[in-house]
């Protein structure tokens, strides 16, 4: 069995690095675009199609590309291509331009507004709902989205139009059913990022769209195209749509363009969802990979409290990691029908991970993207995280990442520990400090960890006791969407 292998998490470099790690280079239009088609066919084409094109510029001079983007751009090369598509069909139609997928003017603020990513075009908001665009759809007066964009390294080099399905540009390929389209600022395999990049936004289409299932993904990591996710993520995704996704590869795309019966464009991540949309795609998800794993929901044993201490290996592992365990089983034992569990992520393939936290009640782990799984405990359920030093100073926002899904996901984050020690930081500068303090290991304070441990497992019990009491036992019903 595939064994998902925890990405380390990069959230943190990633999102503190942003500006530094993302080089803002300014080019020029004017090289060739040698990469869509073959240049002989571009100029085959360009003979072939060249009188028309005058003819066509004659009979309709509001043939430019200003009635989409008001904008004026550079000449780029693409406009060839684009022409040439457009002129396909003799009918005269609204030009189907082509526009990179990625426009650098707006990298210094890749993630805000219009987004980088097809940054031409508008969102569309739907109450509590993260920002999306639709094809074809009133937005699009109709048109459907086409991509050239098979680049797996350069996301300027991958375009897209919008075309009237009665004048698609030339060579295009129709791919049928829906189609969801994703671009992400950080990647498809770390456990949160994929998450927060495809499953929280498909999962919340697939549930408020009459369970809707796609035929398909098309991936972008800012602009560039990705044919894989990690395998934690795809196996939610699995779990959740009750299929094998298939990931879009592009594979013939020199013979043309590929446009999209339906499609639904991402580029927000879980953008301006409401807190309670999310709590039920979470809610969503910790049904169905219960199912998909076949968890019986009856494991919650409403008479243990559970512990469940999930360590890390090299970054951000315990230095000492029998002393701590020793203490929380020592407090594990002052409470009634408490059980300690001791599990590393490393080893466990994603149903494991389910069941696991299926059967947890209090997860206590250091910081880092194993962290992801909470969700799949049960609602209420308690976190505590640890961080080494120099996280509280200079990791800024992003620390709180699990105190975000915590909330979302319905969990009670109880709180954290910060390392007081460490080495201390040869560097002046807070970033080069943040790198060197990242991913160090974790102390170990007695007095406190007992202290806190204690008084998490006597809350948990106090609640599921009450629980008991009133006999809240979830009874299992069937899944949204199933
Ligand atoms: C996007 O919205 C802006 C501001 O509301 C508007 O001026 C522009 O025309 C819209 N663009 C498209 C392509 O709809
Ligand atoms: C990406 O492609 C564009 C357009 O072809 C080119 O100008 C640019 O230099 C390329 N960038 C990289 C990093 O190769
Ligand atoms: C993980 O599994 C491998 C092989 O299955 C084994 O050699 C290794 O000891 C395991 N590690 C842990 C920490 O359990
Ligand atoms: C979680 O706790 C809150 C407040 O303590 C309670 O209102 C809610 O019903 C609980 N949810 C579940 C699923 O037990
Ligand atoms: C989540 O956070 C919001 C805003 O801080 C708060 O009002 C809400 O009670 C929290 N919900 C949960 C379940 O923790
Ligand atoms: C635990 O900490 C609380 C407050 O932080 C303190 O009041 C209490 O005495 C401590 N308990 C123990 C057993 O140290």
Known sequence: MRRSTLAQDRIHVESFSKQRSFPTFTHSYSKCCCHCFPLAL?????????????????????LSFSRVFPTSWPSFPHQAHNIIYSLAKTKLHEPVAFFPLIDRRFAKT??????????????????????????????????LLCLAGSNPSN???????????????RNAKVLSGLTFVSDTYYDYDNLWHGLSAAAVPFASWHR????????????????????????????????VFGQEMAI???????????CFEEAVVFRHNEGSMARERREKVYDMMRCKARAYCGISTDVGGLNA?????????????????????????????????CQLKVARPNNLTFCDQVKLLSETDILASPHGAQLT?????????????????????????????????????????????NDPQGDHCPHDDGRRC?????????????????????????????????????????????????
């Not at 996301?155 to 698609?168: C, D, H, K, V």
């Not at 007095?447 to 809240?472: C, G, I, P, S």
């Open 42 to 62: 571009i100029t085959f084409l360009a003979l072939l199609q060249i009188g028309t094109l005058i003819q066509a510029l004659k009979i309709n001079p509001a």
């Open 110 to 143: 890749a993630m805000d507004g219009n987004t980088w990513f097809m940054s031409s075009l508008n969102d569309t908001y739907e109450e509590g709902e993260t920002e999306f665009l639709h094809f074809p759809s009133k937005e699009s007066d109709g048109r």
């Open 155 to 169: 996301g300027t080099r991958n375009s897209y139009a919008l075309a009237p399905p009665e004048a698609l540009p």
């Open 208 to 239: 408020r769209k009459e369970c809707a299932r796609p035929a398909r993904l098309v991936l972008y990591h800012r602009g560039e195209l990705r044919t894989r996710m990690g395998p934690w993520v795809a196996t939610l995704m699995k779990a």
């Open 248 to 258: 879009e590869r592009f594979e013939k795309s020199e013979e043309g363009p590929s």
């Open 305 to 337: 409290v559970r512990l469940t201490l999930l360590l890390r290996r090299g970054a951000r592992s315990f230095k000492d990691e029998p002393a701590v365990i020793r203490t929380f089983g020592r407090q594990c034992m002052e409470v009634d029908a």
């Open 373 to 417: 799984n909470m969700f799949f405990m049960d609602k209420n359920s308690s976190l505590m995280e640890f961080f080494p030093k120099g996280w509280q100073e200079l990791a800024g926002v992003g620390q709180h990442v699990f105190r975000w899904i915590a909330n979302y996901s319905g969990m009670k984050h109880q709180g954290a520990w």
């Open 434 to 482: 943040f790198s060197f303090y990242k991913n160090r290991q974790l102390g170990y304070d007695e007095a406190f960890f007992a202290n806190w441990t204690a008084r998490v497992l006597n809350e948990v019990k106090e609640y599921k006791a009450f629980k008991r009491d009133a006999q809240t036992q979830l009874t299992q019903s069937s899944c949204q969407c199933s």
